[in-house]
């Protein structure tokens, strides 16, 4: 396989799916994160979708805590946030949640490979 196309096989699509083991390494790379955003009375505005993108742009892996004023509740928002934003969801843990997004250009976080189905023989 040429140097260029094993290099394409690894960049995550936000279409791809993580699998257990990465988000097991987001999780544990998260962990000492504080919030970077938060979300406040006036909910998700697009203020704030354009902060978490620029969050996600300079971080690639960053908390969100969600306000108990605020009147999105967390199923709501991480839908809208991953699709319109094409992020990953590594993990909801009450009122904050764990989004990550692989940097076009300058990747900072190194995920586990995917390990490729063995053909029975």
Same mark, same amino acid.
């Given at each position: 396989?040429?140097?260029?196309?094993?290099?394409?096989?690894?960049?995550?699509?936000?279409?791809?799916?993580?699998?257990?083991?990465?988000?097991?390494?987001?999780? +544990? &790379?998260?962990?000492?994160?504080?919030?970077? *955003?938060? !979300? #406040?009375?006036?909910?998700? $505005?697009?203020?704030?979708?354009?902060?978490?993108?620029? +969050? &996600?742009?300079?971080?690639?892996?960053?908390? *969100?805590? !969600? #306000?108990?004023?605020?009147? $999105?509740?967390?199923?709501?928002?991480?839908?809208?946030?991953?699709?319109?934003?094409?992020?990953?969801?590594?993990?909801?843990? #009450?009122?904050?949640?764990?989004?990550?997004?692989?940097?076009?250009?300058?990747?900072?976080?190194?995920?586990?490979?995917?390990?490729?189905?063995?053909?029975?023989?």
């Amino acid at each position: 396989m040429a140097l260029a196309a094993r290099w394409r096989s690894h960049l995550m699509s936000p279409d791809t799916k993580l699998t257990g083991k990465q988000l097991r390494h987001l999780r +544990a &790379l998260a962990h000492d994160l504080k919030p970077v *955003v938060q !979300l #406040g009375k006036h909910g998700l $505005t697009e203020a704030v979708r354009a902060q978490v993108d620029q +969050a &996600l742009l300079d971080h690639e892996l960053i908390k *969100v805590k !969600l #306000g108990s004023e605020s009147p $999105t509740d967390m199923a709501e928002f991480t839908e809208t946030v991953t699709t319109a934003l094409r992020a990953h969801l590594a993990q909801v843990i #009450g009122s904050i949640a764990i989004l990550y997004r692989r940097h076009p250009q300058e990747p900072k976080i190194t995920l586990p490979r995917v390990k490729k189905a063995q053909s029975s023989q």
